[in-house]
């Protein structure tokens, strides 16, 4: 069974240095709850983002084609708000993965094929057209990484480690 999680935790760096709103909350969180659940998590990115803790491997400026075929290689991919799940939805046979809002409006800029997550519509910016610069990092806007997993464990289901082996074993009839 294909364990294999794509994860793209940053959007774009914004033009006057702020952290951009858009970005993943605590993704060290997230990777850790991933790895604990027998997830292998590759992260993708460019070169002046960190590397979250826990990753297996971080990838980045990849060319097109090598993204292309990493996505082909996972079993999903969970993104913040940013370029990867657009690619995907074009280039990849829009395959499906977790996509997490946080400002931005699902209902304008996602596609249908991914799990999208988004805390509440309270949080959204008001102008969505308007760009980032203006906007501030509001961690409280974000999903749990409870939640993201629960998404992930319904696209890329895998037997956790920390299951009971009784729940593996098929039920049994009583009578």
Known sequence: MNNKILLAPYAA?????????KN?????????LLNRDGYEVTQVGVSSEAKVDGVR?????????????????CATFVSCDSMLP???HVE???????????????????????????????YL???QFQDYETSTYRSEAFVSN???????????PIISPEIPVLMREPLRSLV
């Open 92 to 122: 990849c046979g829009q395959k499906p993965g977790v996509v997490v809002w946080a400002q931005s409006d699902p209902r304008i800029y996602a596609h249908p094929e991914n799990i999208n997550l988004l805390k509440g519509r309270e």
């Open 146 to 156: 409870e939640k993201i997993v629960d998404a992930v464990h319904k696209l890329a």
């Open 125 to 127: 910016r008001q102008f």
């Open 24 to 32: 993943l909350y605590r993704p060290e969180d997230l990777v850790s």
């Open 57 to 73: 491997q971080f990838i980045a400026n990849l060319p097109w084609k090598k993204l292309r075929d990493l996505v082909a290689e």
């Open 86 to 88: 657009h690619f995907v």
């Open 13 to 21: 760096r914004l033009r006057n240095g702020s952290i951009n709103p």
